[in-house]
């Protein structure tokens, strides 16, 4: 691989150049998985996948990396971005659990030192991953999930050294909702005998499992919060009723609008509070911006609000420019996150659509299922969270519910708590305190602990 030098070279060009250096790669092509793999440590691999016609997937896996162990004897990690249209390879890796950072630095907090590390640009469209036809486009989580089979099948086929290997899906947001349906399908396919993996459990973070049970918290999460007066309360509990009256008469698109409109609401009432940390606000628009905002379709202004901030100014020259030329596979005429807006507006109808009793037929088949979310969050708030993991049917709820939360701390010197827990059986719940919607980019320390004990590591 050759990378054009900057004017004045120097030990900082010379640190990013070895650090982009390409690993050795076997048997890579545009539209077929990698068939020879490297097995030491330290390694790393990335290929695509036809999931259908016309659709094309990438994935980026990383060897683990602990100084005592051998790959073989760490688990194996799917990390699953949200939005629908958040890149996995791009955002999960750059920018919260990768050995990198943007800036190309070694991460501290990296989950590398602890599992393998499956990125995976899903649902097609998204990142790299690229449909060559608009009717490509996944339309709903069945359809994700099905694509996800055919790469999941692919990969452990031609990676028999991941079979045995503990295999588990973390994931964020809308990505939770995906890890729900694709754990599901996994685990039949794995008893049917048709996918081989150890399959060994679901993480769904700050995740959109049901949407209705977010959107009917935020008022009162808002107001808790002193971001929102007795009017500004009554205006989003009055919109958010809306929402609940559509999703019960299974008006999904309307629903979607309303979803929107609630989420203006909460704007107008709060001067602009940041979705994804409530201690943080959103960056202003210029007036321009701000009229072009409101001609918008809801759909235009929901995927600006909730799938622009995955794709940053610095995050997309990176991944267009040092990590498009490492890669060396991505078509010419593609680049990364060029597709994401079509896959966000092609799920239109599934946004809103709970997946409850997803949860409940991986927890009575024995799946281990952990929620975690983070303290800060509103766009999935915790008291959402905690309503519609109330509304389970798994026979051991009440257990659970019975049980005493226990605190957690990510640095064992000190007495500050980082979280909370509660578990029983193969259900667990994680409280992570200080942390937004993106818990391992504001509590990394945290996060990878709470990741190792999810695993059984700690």
Same mark, same amino acid.
């Given at each position: 691989?050759?990378?054009?030098?900057?004017?004045?070279?120097?030990?900082?060009?010379?640190?990013?150049?070895?650090?982009?250096?390409?690993?050795?790669?076997?048997?890579?092509?545009?539209?077929?998985?990698?068939?020879?793999?490297?097995?030491?440590?330290?390694?790393?691999?990335?290929?695509?996948?036809?999931?259908?016609?016309?659709?094309?997937?990438?994935?980026?896996?990383?060897?683990?990396?602990?100084?005592?162990?051998?790959?073989?004897?760490?688990?194996?990690?799917?990390?699953?971005?949200?939005?629908?249209?958040?890149?996995?390879?791009?955002?999960?890796?750059?920018?919260?659990?990768?050995?990198?950072?943007?800036?190309?630095?070694?991460?501290?907090?990296?989950?590398?030192?602890?599992?393998?590390?499956?990125?995976?640009?899903?649902?097609?469209?998204?990142?790299?991953?690229?449909?060559?036809?608009?009717?490509?486009?996944?339309?709903?989580?069945?359809?994700?999930?099905?694509?996800?089979?055919?790469?999941?099948?692919?990969?452990?086929?031609?990676?028999?050294?991941?079979?045995?290997?503990?295999?588990?899906?973390?994931?964020?947001?809308?990505?939770?909702?995906?890890?729900?349906?694709?754990?599901?399908?996994?685990?039949?396919?794995?008893?049917?005998?048709?996918?081989?993996?150890?399959?060994?459990?679901?993480?769904?973070?700050?995740?959109? #499992? /049901?949407? +209705? =049970?977010?959107? %009917?918290?935020? !008022?009162?999460?808002?107001?808790?919060?002193?971001?929102?007066? $007795?009017?500004?309360?009554?205006?989003?509990?009055?919109?958010?009723?809306?929402?609940?009256?559509?999703?019960?008469?299974?008006?999904?698109?309307?629903?979607?609008?309303?979803?929107?409109?609630?989420?203006?609401?909460?704007?107008?009432?709060?001067?602009?509070?940041?979705?994804?940390?409530?201690?943080?606000?959103?960056?202003?628009?210029?007036?321009?911006?701000?009229?072009?905002?409101?001609?918008?379709?809801?759909?235009?202004?929901?995927?600006?609000?909730?799938?622009?901030?995955?794709?940053?100014?610095?995050?997309?020259?990176?991944?267009?420019?040092?990590?498009?030329?490492?890669?060396?596979?991505?078509?010419?005429?593609?680049?990364?996150?060029?597709?994401?807006?079509?896959?966000?507006?092609?799920?239109?109808?599934?946004?809103?659509?709970?997946? #409850? /009793?997803? +949860? =409940?037929?991986? %927890?009575?088949? !024995?799946?281990?299922?952990?929620?975690?979310?983070?303290?800060? $969050?509103?766009?999935?708030?915790?008291?959402?969270?905690?309503?519609?993991?109330?509304?389970?049917?798994?026979?051991?709820?009440?257990?659970?519910?019975?049980?005493?939360?226990?605190?957690?701390?990510?640095?064992?010197?000190?007495?500050?708590?980082?979280?909370?827990?509660?578990?029983?059986?193969?259900?667990?719940?994680?409280?992570?305190?200080?942390?937004?919607?993106?818990?391992?980019?504001?509590?990394?320390?945290?996060?990878?602990?709470?990741?190792?004990?999810?695993?059984?590591?700690?």
């Amino acid at each position: 691989m050759e990378l054009a030098p900057p004017s004045r070279p120097g030990p900082r060009w010379l640190l990013l150049l070895l650090l982009l250096l390409p690993l050795p790669l076997l048997g890579q092509s545009a539209l077929g998985a990698v068939t020879d793999e490297p097995t030491e440590e330290g390694k790393e691999v990335w290929g695509y996948v036809t999931v259908r016609q016309d659709a094309h997937m990438f994935w980026w896996l990383y060897y683990a990396t602990h100084p005592c162990k051998n790959f073989s004897e760490l688990p194996l990690v799917m990390w699953l971005q949200g939005g629908p249209g958040g890149s996995s390879t791009g955002f999960g890796n750059f920018q919260e659990i990768g050995p990198l950072d943007t800036d190309l630095k070694p991460r501290k907090t990296t989950w590398l030192q602890a599992a393998s590390l499956l990125f995976v640009d899903n649902p097609v469209g998204t990142g790299f991953s690229y449909v060559n036809k608009s009717a490509s486009y996944a339309k709903d989580l069945a359809m994700v999930a099905a694509d996800m089979m055919v790469l999941l099948k692919t990969f452990f086929d031609c990676h028999k050294e991941f079979q045995t290997i503990p295999f588990y899906i973390f994931s964020e947001s809308y990505g939770g909702k995906m890890a729900a349906g694709i754990g599901l399908e996994l685990y039949k396919a794995v008893q049917q005998g048709t996918i081989k993996c150890n399959f060994s459990g679901v993480a769904l973070g700050d995740s959109w #499992i /049901s949407p +209705v =049970d977010s959107v %009917l918290s935020w !008022g009162p999460y808002l107001y808790s919060m002193s971001l929102l007066d $007795d009017q500004g309360l009554a205006e989003v509990s009055h919109v958010a009723e809306q929402v609940l009256d559509a999703v019960n008469k299974g008006l999904y698109k309307e629903a979607t609008q309303l979803w929107e409109k609630a989420e203006m609401v909460i704007e107008k009432n709060t001067d602009g509070v940041n979705f994804y940390n409530i201690l943080t606000k959103d960056t202003p628009m210029s007036s321009m911006e701000s009229s072009l905002e409101f001609m918008r379709s809801h759909l235009v202004r929901l995927c600006q609000r909730h799938v622009r901030h995955l794709h940053g100014d610095s995050l997309s020259q990176l991944m267009n420019g040092p990590i498009r030329k490492k890669l060396k596979i991505i078509p010419e005429d593609f680049s990364w996150g060029a597709q994401s807006s079509n896959v966000f507006m092609n799920m239109e109808g599934d946004f809103m659509k709970p997946v #409850i /009793s997803i +949860v =409940d037929e991986l %927890l009575e088949a !024995g799946v281990n299922v952990t929620v975690y979310n983070g303290q800060l $969050d509103l766009i999935v708030d915790t008291m959402g969270q905690e309503a519609w993991v109330r509304k389970l049917k798994w026979p051991e709820l009440p257990k659970f519910n019975q049980l005493r939360w226990k605190a957690l701390y990510s640095d064992p010197k000190s007495s500050e708590t980082s979280a909370f827990v509660k578990s029983y059986k193969n259900l667990a719940f994680y409280w992570i305190l200080r942390a937004g919607h993106m818990v391992p980019s504001d509590q990394g320390d945290m996060a990878l602990k709470m990741m190792k004990l999810v695993t059984q590591q700690e």
